[in-house]
């Protein structure tokens, strides 16, 4: 790479380091230029592209540099020759859009961004698109890569060259995009290369950007699945206008996330500017432009309150009471103010849960006996009135032999004990096994009954009903542990003197741990209500099981004791 390179009005330019670089080029900062940056090509720029940045670059108005880092001025390697690169403002102290938008990220950079400032940023990123859009060019590839946010809530578009640009009616396309941010009339598209693209198109996008940064870094088309084959693809769901916001999202096949910031926060006009930007309506023509977004915010900004209990809680006018001290009472936490997350009333959700009622205990099913007939026994096993007579027989014949024979006799009874024994073995035998077998049968059926009857319990009695309670009461005090922790880190900070403020990274972690196990708690008397509710009907769904099962056992007892 050479160290200098003239601008298209002959100004000669030293480069100094490299401070950035991309699959395309790379950008030099200009020590002698403050404030500028030069962007050369890795490879030079086709004929086409050459006549593109020629054009933007002598188009460039204050309006655009405002908001873009538009070309000002093409770059040669030598004073007339082929186009090289541009010149362009220095993007410095800015952060992507997404670090803004992400809570997360958001936390750890600007923990004292409160939601107004969100609101201003997306009023800015509005009015740069008005401005591009004004003067016959979009966008095409919008995603939270081209956008930049500085401290001052002022939006940047950056990698301009990319747009399309309408060169007095000759246009330059954009020839890439990101499937996250495509209208769903354009999902079906494989390849942008001859896709002519219009504001309307660059309206979802920035329909998307607003929805990311007023309702917590969410993507209006990911949430609950409700049907069969939706959510598996977010290019799939937005390509079928699967809006989970919607009012018909049942329908559609998505519902809101979990701990989703609800539209309801916003005012009714600009939820209906939502619904036409990404459902059907939208395909048509009719999504809000830049300009209306512009100015639909602008008139949010004057209707704005502050909550009492901090002032990161800034909200519309339009409701009641403060929308994020009631997400933070469910454990959803989207601002932390200086003193960390104050999160659930622990004390008030337990008392909550305590007052629940266990359902009614579930009483063991009998089938009645008397109505059962046992097994047939096999024809191995004989009666026990057959074994009885045979003996008896055996008895006559000792006598007889004895009567006959006196001096016989003791022959004759050694015989007589033999066939005794004889007739005992050859009938007890069959019927010592099938007494084995019946037994095991009993055993089994009064089993799979016993653990039926515990899974009941579990599904709808008192004993389910204790085991949630107690995995309430392990939260609690998690909630509790984790509220001592971090409140002997504050004392720590404290201690450590001026030289090591409080640091928000460790906010947003306490947060991060507390949150889930504390909307977790905070949802926990309506559960178990709901446990306590449902538990008849469960009861009843298995009713007809359960006596199923104790008649098994019923006949198995029964044909238990046909064996005496």
């Known amino acids: 790479m050479q160290l200098s390179i003239v601008t298209s009005q002959g100004q000669p330019l030293l480069l100094g380091r490299e401070v950035g670089a991309g699959g395309e080029g790379s950008v030099f900062a200009l020590p002698r230029l403050p404030g500028r940056v030069a962007k050369l090509y890795h490879r030079r720029p086709a004929p086409a592209k050459q006549a593109k940045l020629r054009f933007m670059s002598a188009v460039a108005d204050a309006t655009l540099l405002r908001y873009a880092a538009w070309p000002q001025q093409t770059l040669h390697a030598s004073p007339g020759g082929p186009v090289v690169g541009f010149l362009m403002q220095e993007i410095a102290g800015r952060d992507s859009i997404h670090a803004v938008y992400s809570p997360l990220d958001r936390r750890e950079t600007r923990p004292k961004a409160a939601w107004d400032f969100l609101l201003h940023v997306a009023r800015n990123a509005a009015a740069a698109f008005a401005a591009l859009h004004a003067r016959g060019h979009v966008v095409g590839d919008v995603n939270q890569g081209n956008l930049v946010v500085g401290d001052d809530s002022t939006v940047m578009l950056i990698d301009c060259d990319s747009f399309q640009v ?3 009616g000759t246009l330059h396309l954009c020839e890439v995009g990101v499937s996250h941010f495509t209208p769903p009339e354009l999902q079906a598209v494989t390849s942008f290369d001859d896709v002519v693209r219009n504001a309307n198109h660059d309206n979802f996008g920035l329909a998307l950007l607003i929805f990311h940064l007023l309702l917590g870094g969410r993507h209006p088309f990911s949430g609950v699945p409700l049907q069969a084959g939706v959510g598996d693809s977010l290019e799939a769901d937005i390509r079928a206008f699967r809006y989970a916001y919607a009012a018909d999202a049942a329908r559609r096949g998505l519902a809101p996330p979990p701990g989703a910031i609800p539209t309801s926060l916003l005012p009714p006009t600009m939820q209906q500017m939502f619904r036409c930007a990404f459902t059907q309506r939208g395909a048509e023509g009719l999504r809000p432009t830049a300009t209306q977004w512009t100015q639909a915010l602008d008139d949010l900004r004057d209707h704005l309150v502050r909550c009492p209990a901090t002032a990161l809680h800034v909200y519309p006018d339009h409701l009641a009471r403060c929308p994020w001290c009631a997400l933070e ?16 009333d622990l004390a008030r959700a337990w008392a909550q849960v305590e007052a629940v009622r266990a359902p009614p205990p579930i009483a063991p099913v009998h089938a009645a006996r008397q109505r059962l007939r046992p097994a047939p026994l096999p024809a191995s096993v004989r009666p026990p009135g057959a074994v009885r007579r045979y003996r008896l027989l055996v008895v006559l014949m000792v006598i007889v032999l004895v009567a006959l024979e006196p001096r016989g006799w003791p ?37 799979d009954y016993e653990r039926l009857l515990a899974a009941i319990r579990q599904e709808a009695g008192p004993e389910g009903f204790a ?46 741990r507390r949150g889930p196990r504390e909307a977790a708690l905070a949802r926990g008397a309506l559960e178990l209500q709901r446990f306590s509710a449902a538990a008849p009907a469960r009861v009843a769904a298995r009713r007809a099981q359960l006596e199923a099962a104790a008649r098994r056992v019923a006949q198995a007892q029964c044909d238990l004791a046909a064996l005496g």
Not at 329 to 344: A, C, E, L, P, T
Not at 420 to 426: E, F
Not at 471 to 489: F, G, H, M, S
Request: proline share 3%.
């Open 166 to 168: 309408d060169a007095a």
């Open 411 to 447: 022959l004759a009874l050694m015989a007589g004990v033999l066939a005794w024994q004889l007739a005992a073995s050859l009938a007890d035998e069959p019927r010592r096994r099938e007494r084995a077998r019946r037994h095991a049968a009993w055993l089994s059926a009064q089993h």
């Open 467 to 512: 085991a949630r309670r107690m995995q309430l009461a392990r939260l609690r005090d998690d909630c509790r542990r984790l509220r001592d922790e971090e409140t002997q880190a504050r004392a720590d900070e404290r201690g450590a003197g001026p030289q090591r403020p409080r640091s928000a990274a460790r906010r947003a972690c306490f947060a991060a």
């Open 329 to 344: 009472q469910r454990g959803v936490v989207y601002f932390i103010d200086g003193d960390g997350f104050r999160g659930i």
